[in-house]
């Protein structure tokens, strides 16, 4: 079945950048996405990328995809406090349009 | 700009009550869909809905129903609420292209 796994946290220091990665499994997914959940809130959309693509940068984001590899990624330049969230990965299945998401990486931004 | 909006934000139910949770979309989107977020286990699909009309089974539908009342409204109903059924529901809403928009979540304890 489909599946779309992350690692469950990521610790960076301020000012560092943070690379968040994920691996999917469905080769015929038509976009791929990064979602952001603050603590108490919903999940925002962050970024997407289409799948004919390969990066695709958006100020201090950059997600890159290798298709072939089925890798999704996810930097954060200049990470700062306010980027302390949980990030889920997620891809839309072609087949039937469903987006299948990550358990969600917790990102934990050290002084 | 409401986007998805989830009505209640917190409630709580002794076992074995009822109870319906509201959730409308101003976007004019066809696609709708209720999940549960548990810790450690990411977002599960209780129920979706791709068009007014239809609603389908997801990845843990026992225990709840749904209703699309029409193309803005989905909600979600717990006919007798047991303990394993605490947790945040979210709903949201698509199109084919974009991701989901998410609504702010419910917080429901059962006890």
């Known amino acids: 079945g489909e599946d779309v796994e992350q690692s469950l946290f990521l610790s960076v220091r301020e000012g560092d950048s943070s690379v968040i990665n994920c691996t999917y499994t469905?080769?015929?997914?038509?976009?791929l996405y990064w979602y952001k959940q603050e603590p108490g809130a919903g999940l925002q959309l962050l970024t997407y990328?289409?799948?004919?693509?390969d990066m695709k940068q958006d100020q201090r984001l950059t997600v890159l995809l290798n298709k072939k590899d089925k890798h999704l990624s996810l930097r954060i330049a200049d990470t700062q406090t306010g980027d302390s969230a949980i990030y889920f990965c997620?891809?839309?299945?072609?087949?039937?349009?469903?987006?299948?998401f990550g358990k969600g990486t917790r990102l934990h931004i050290l002084p | 700009n409401a986007g998805v909006t989830q009505t209640p934000k917190f409630q709580v139910l002794k076992t074995g009550q009822s109870m319906t949770l509201q959730c409308a979309q101003d976007?004019?989107?066809?696609?709708m869909y209720w999940y549960r977020q548990d810790p450690g286990m990411g977002l599960r699909l209780i129920y979706y809905?791709?068009?007014?009309?239809?609603?389908d089974k997801g990845e843990v539908p026992n225990g709840y129903n749904v209703s699309r009342l029409n193309k803005r409204e989905f909600s979600l109903r717990l006919e007798s609420a047991a303990p394993s059924q605490t947790s945040v529901y979210f709903c949201?809403?698509?199109?084919?292209?974009?991701?989901?928009?998410f609504g702010s979540g419910t917080r429901l304890t059962v006890v």
């Open positions: 949201a809403s698509s199109e084919p292209v974009g991701g989901y928009t």
């Open positions: 469905d080769s015929s997914s038509t976009y």
């Open positions: 990328i289409f799948s004919n693509m």
């Open positions: 997620a891809e839309r299945l072609n087949r039937d349009d469903k987006i299948i």
């Open positions: 976007m004019n989107h066809n696609s």
């Open positions: 809905s791709a068009s007014e009309g239809t609603t």
